[in-house]
């Protein structure tokens, strides 16, 4: 009971639940399940957008300039497998061992040669090895300011001079939008996180500096309790700008996503792409 009480205490921003969820061996079916089912979430989009990213990305970049691409949370592959049919030289990062294994498997499969890594990408280290580097589906709005400026340091380090960065993240539009909830109940027989009966506390929570948190206590007839804790920061343009100017990038565009639809006020997410200083 003491540890439920100490749990369902308000974090502090950024603060790790007992369990980080993409390296939960207990959730690693749930995880690879969400990247190709978009209604999951946190899951990723359509075949189609996609195929439409990967085209963006090739006029952008074309490969003919920017032939080497680190795709980091590349997941299970799949824009990795797209842009390497494309003739990109690509390395994908994740540290999701399944994801990993998976894309692998997939690469094999289609006599793709992509250098897989399992790899967390706060702590890769690469340098000046790289012309484009992907940071796409609002993963960069997941982490930490500290882990946020390592990322940016180890991708600017990473790339040639004048390499470009995709990255997307969630806007000023999506931290008014977000709604503070909080619900308990026991789990349903289809339940995604365990098909153990358990007692799911479930909380969502605005913090200054348009920050926000889904928080997911699972409490276990044997008395396991299991917590994450998923965060976002929440962008308007000029802070993204700012944080990625004291990065050594210089912001070329914005887009409406990564897909490179026109820009949209008031959207929930947009894109852009960087250029190293």
Not at 18 to 43: C, M, Y
Not at 195 to 220: C, G, Q, S, W
Request: charged fraction near 25%; hydrophobic fraction near 35%; glycine fraction near 6%.
């Amino acid at each position: 009971m003491e540890k439920l009480l100490e749990i369902a205490q308000n974090p502090e921003p950024f603060e790790e639940g007992t369990q980080e969820i993409w390296l939960d061996p207990d959730r690693a079916d749930l995880v690879l399940k969400s990247h190709f089912d978009e209604n999951i979430p946190g899951g990723s989009r359509g075949s189609n957008f996609v195929h439409e990213t990967v085209h963006f990305i090739s006029e952008v970049a074309p490969v003919e300039k920017y032939k080497k691409v680190i795709d980091l949370g590349c997941g299970p592959g799949l824009y990795s497998q797209n842009l390497a049919l494309k003739g990109y030289e690509v390395v994908g990062v994740d540290f999701n061992k399944k994801s990993i294994e998976y894309a692998i498997n997939e690469a094999k499969k289609n006599d793709l040669s992509i250098d897989y890594r399992d790899e967390d990408i706060t702590k890769i280290e690469i340098e000046n090895e790289f012309d484009l580097a992907l940071l796409i589906y609002q993963i960069y709005s997941v982490f930490s300011p500290e882990n946020r400026k390592q990322i940016l340091r180890n991708i600017h380090r990473g790339l040639k001079p004048g390499g470009l960065v995709l990255l997307d993240v969630l806007s000023e539009a999506s931290y008014e939008n977000f709604q503070q909830n909080l619900m308990w109940g026991l789990s349903r027989k289809d339940n995604p996180f365990s098909d153990r009966k358990h007692l799911t506390l479930y909380a969502t929570m605005k913090y200054p500096d348009k920050v926000t948190l889904a928080k997911n206590v699972l409490v276990f007839g044997d008395g396991k309790i299991v917590n994450y804790n998923y965060w976002n920061q929440h962008f308007t343009i000029e802070s993204l700008e700012k944080e990625v100017n004291e990065a050594g990038f210089i912001l070329e565009k914005v887009y409406a996503d990564v897909n490179g639809g026109d820009y949209i006020n008031n959207s929930e997410y947009f894109a852009a792409v960087l250029k190293k200083k």
